[in-house]
């Protein structure tokens, strides 16, 4: 079983439609990411968090701690949306590293 | 403050070669971390420098090394390629150990 897992492992919206994306893991962290992939490979950080909430203009982040859960969400979906979006923890203690889920492909449509 | 620059982004190499990745970080980011991603699955890390020593490692080879230097470049070197090692290759820095990472747009390595 992987550290992360990702859910769902693919999406397709419409436009316009309320996204959420489901990230859970299960070991100690210290700061959650959401990332952004495009097809080109290049990944855009879009969040990292420790707890509670974050915004940033239709992307929403959650994190619950004790349940070892975050959700991303996008409010009015469009198609440049469409994109890889990976959680990635970095675990307590040890190296730097990042421990990537497999991510969720989304696809929005016209 | 400029991006994350990896080079080159495409690269076709015959098994059992070896190749230099190069990956220029932001001025001041003197953390650096290299990931290889397979096709369809999520990240995984090689390594990471922390002011030009080794600061953790992944579950790969000794084949698998790199160096950082002190203008902020680093470079993921691959000896004795196998068609397996065909992945994307990111680099991503940061100013502050567990701060915020920039991640490059990869390069793709392809194994023949």
């Known amino acids: 079983k992987n550290e992360v897992e990702q859910s769902p492992q693919n999406l397709t919206a419409q436009e316009g439609e309320f996204i959420t994306i489901n990230c859970s893991y299960s070991?100690?962290?210290?700061?959650l990411h959401w990332l952004q992939q495009h097809p080109g490979g290049g990944i855009v950080s879009l969040f990292m968090?420790?707890?509670g909430k974050k915004k940033h203009g239709r992307l929403i982040a959650t994190i619950n701690i004790q349940e070892k859960h975050s959700s991303l969400h996008i409010t009015a979906s469009h198609p440049r949306d469409s994109a890889v979006y990976i959680c990635?923890?970095?675990?307590?203690?040890?190296?730097?590293?990042?421990?990537f889920g497999k991510g969720t492909k989304l696809t929005v449509n016209p | 403050e400029t991006g994350v620059t990896q080079s080159p982004t495409h690269l076709i190499k015959t098994r059992g070669q070896q190749v230099t990745l190069r990956c220029s970080s932001q001025s001041g980011h003197n953390t650096v971390s290299w990931y290889q991603q397979a096709l369809g699955q999520g990240p995984q890390f090689i390594f990471q420098?922390?002011?030009?020593?080794?600061?953790g490692r992944g579950n790969f080879p000794p084949r698998f090394s790199g160096l950082q230097f002190p203008n902020y470049s680093s470079e993921l070197n691959v000896n004795a390629l196998e068609l397996d090692d065909s992945a994307l290759y990111l680099c991503a820095s940061s100013r502050v150990q567990g701060y915020g990472y920039t991640f490059g747009s990869g390069t793709r390595l392809t194994v023949v």
């Open positions: 990635a923890v970095k675990t307590q203690g040890g190296s730097e590293k990042l421990v």
């Open positions: 070991v100690g962290i210290s700061a």
């Open positions: 968090l420790s707890s």
């Open positions: 420098y922390y002011r030009e020593e080794e600061n």
